[in-house]
Nanobody, 126 residues
Framework: VQLQASGGGLVQAGSSLRLSCLAS????????VGWFRQAPGKEREFVGG????????YYPDSVKGRFTISRDNANNTVYLQMNSLKPEDTALYYC????????????????????WGQGTQVTVSS
Protein backbone atom coordinates (compact mmCIF):
# COMPACT_ATOMS: atom_id res chain seq x y z
CA VAL A 1 0.00 0.00 0.00
CA GLN A 2 1.16 3.55 -0.71
CA LEU A 3 0.20 6.43 1.57
CA GLN A 4 -0.07 10.11 0.79
CA ALA A 5 -0.53 12.61 3.60
CA SER A 6 -1.93 16.06 2.90
CA GLY A 7 -3.71 18.98 4.52
CA GLY A 8 -0.89 20.64 6.40
CA GLY A 9 -0.35 24.36 6.47
CA LEU A 10 0.43 27.47 8.47
CA VAL A 11 -2.18 28.41 11.06
CA GLN A 12 -2.47 30.50 14.19
CA ALA A 13 -2.61 29.05 17.67
CA GLY A 14 -6.12 27.96 18.56
CA SER A 15 -6.99 27.07 14.98
CA SER A 16 -7.91 23.71 13.50
CA LEU A 17 -6.59 21.62 10.65
CA ARG A 18 -7.64 18.31 9.18
CA LEU A 19 -4.98 16.10 7.72
CA SER A 20 -5.78 13.32 5.28
CA CYS A 21 -3.96 10.10 4.55
CA LEU A 22 -4.98 8.62 1.22
CA ALA A 23 -4.01 5.02 0.57
CA SER A 24 -3.73 3.08 -2.63
CA UNK A 25 -4.78 -0.56 -2.84
CA UNK A 26 -8.00 -2.47 -2.43
CA UNK A 27 -7.34 -3.92 1.03
CA UNK A 28 -6.87 -0.73 3.02
CA UNK A 29 -9.69 -1.80 5.33
CA UNK A 30 -7.33 -4.45 6.75
CA UNK A 31 -4.68 -1.90 7.78
CA UNK A 32 -4.39 -0.17 11.11
CA VAL A 33 -3.11 3.38 10.76
CA GLY A 34 -1.02 5.54 13.01
CA TRP A 35 -0.20 9.22 12.85
CA PHE A 36 3.21 10.44 13.94
CA ARG A 37 4.94 13.78 13.96
CA GLN A 38 8.50 14.97 14.06
CA ALA A 39 9.62 18.43 15.02
CA PRO A 40 13.10 19.72 14.11
CA GLY A 41 15.71 18.26 16.42
CA LYS A 42 13.24 15.91 18.10
CA GLU A 43 12.37 12.26 17.80
CA ARG A 44 9.32 11.11 15.91
CA GLU A 45 6.28 11.06 18.20
CA PHE A 46 3.07 9.05 18.07
CA VAL A 47 -0.03 11.26 18.01
CA GLY A 48 -2.76 8.71 17.45
CA GLY A 49 -3.89 5.46 15.93
CA UNK A 50 -7.01 3.85 14.57
CA UNK A 51 -7.91 0.20 14.15
CA UNK A 52 -8.65 -1.18 10.71
CA UNK A 53 -12.42 -1.01 11.19
CA UNK A 54 -12.26 2.37 12.87
CA UNK A 55 -13.99 1.12 16.00
CA UNK A 56 -10.96 1.84 18.21
CA UNK A 57 -8.79 4.92 18.44
CA TYR A 58 -5.80 5.71 20.63
CA TYR A 59 -4.15 8.97 21.63
CA PRO A 60 -1.27 10.02 23.83
CA ASP A 61 -1.98 12.47 26.62
CA SER A 62 -0.27 15.27 24.70
CA VAL A 63 -3.09 15.43 22.15
CA LYS A 64 -6.01 13.69 23.85
CA GLY A 65 -9.12 15.82 23.69
CA ARG A 66 -7.73 17.95 20.85
CA PHE A 67 -6.97 15.43 18.09
CA THR A 68 -9.44 12.97 16.59
CA ILE A 69 -8.73 10.22 14.10
CA SER A 70 -11.37 8.78 11.80
CA ARG A 71 -11.39 6.74 8.65
CA ASP A 72 -13.45 6.22 5.52
CA ASN A 73 -12.53 2.78 4.24
CA ALA A 74 -14.77 3.14 1.21
CA ASN A 75 -12.52 5.98 0.07
CA ASN A 76 -9.24 4.60 1.46
CA THR A 77 -8.72 7.66 3.65
CA VAL A 78 -7.82 8.26 7.27
CA TYR A 79 -8.23 11.69 8.80
CA LEU A 80 -6.53 13.49 11.67
CA GLN A 81 -8.68 16.34 12.94
CA MET A 82 -6.56 18.72 15.01
CA ASN A 83 -8.27 21.36 17.12
CA SER A 84 -6.97 23.99 19.52
CA LEU A 85 -3.58 23.85 17.88
CA LYS A 86 -0.56 25.04 19.83
CA PRO A 87 2.86 26.19 18.65
CA GLU A 88 4.31 22.99 20.08
CA ASP A 89 2.20 21.02 17.58
CA THR A 90 4.44 22.36 14.83
CA ALA A 91 6.00 19.37 13.08
CA LEU A 92 6.07 17.24 9.98
CA TYR A 93 3.14 14.85 10.27
CA TYR A 94 3.25 11.33 8.88
CA CYS A 95 0.70 8.60 8.50
CA UNK A 96 1.77 4.97 8.70
CA UNK A 97 0.00 1.67 8.19
CA UNK A 98 0.30 -1.96 9.07
CA UNK A 99 -1.85 -4.81 7.86
CA UNK A 100 -3.33 -6.80 10.71
CA UNK A 101 -5.99 -9.42 11.40
CA UNK A 102 -6.59 -8.06 14.91
CA UNK A 103 -9.14 -5.29 14.83
CA UNK A 104 -8.11 -3.53 18.02
CA UNK A 105 -4.40 -3.66 17.20
CA UNK A 106 -2.43 -0.47 17.37
CA UNK A 107 1.08 0.55 18.25
CA UNK A 108 2.79 3.76 19.28
CA UNK A 109 6.13 2.41 18.00
CA UNK A 110 7.10 3.55 14.53
CA UNK A 111 9.01 0.31 13.93
CA UNK A 112 5.73 -1.61 14.04
CA UNK A 113 4.44 0.07 10.89
CA UNK A 114 5.41 -1.19 7.46
CA UNK A 115 4.20 1.63 5.23
CA TRP A 116 4.73 5.37 5.53
CA GLY A 117 3.51 8.45 3.77
CA GLN A 118 5.78 11.32 2.82
CA GLY A 119 4.69 13.74 5.54
CA THR A 120 2.84 17.02 5.55
CA GLN A 121 4.07 20.12 7.37
CA VAL A 122 2.00 21.74 10.09
CA THR A 123 3.18 25.08 11.43
CA VAL A 124 1.35 26.79 14.26
CA SER A 125 2.22 30.41 14.96
CA SER A 126 1.72 32.03 18.36
Amino acid sequence: VQLQASGGGLVQAGSSLRLSCLASGRTFSTYAVGWFRQAPGKEREFVGGISFSGVSTYYPDSVKGRFTISRDNANNTVYLQMNSLKPEDTALYYCAARQTRVDRWYSDEESDYNYWGQGTQVTVSS
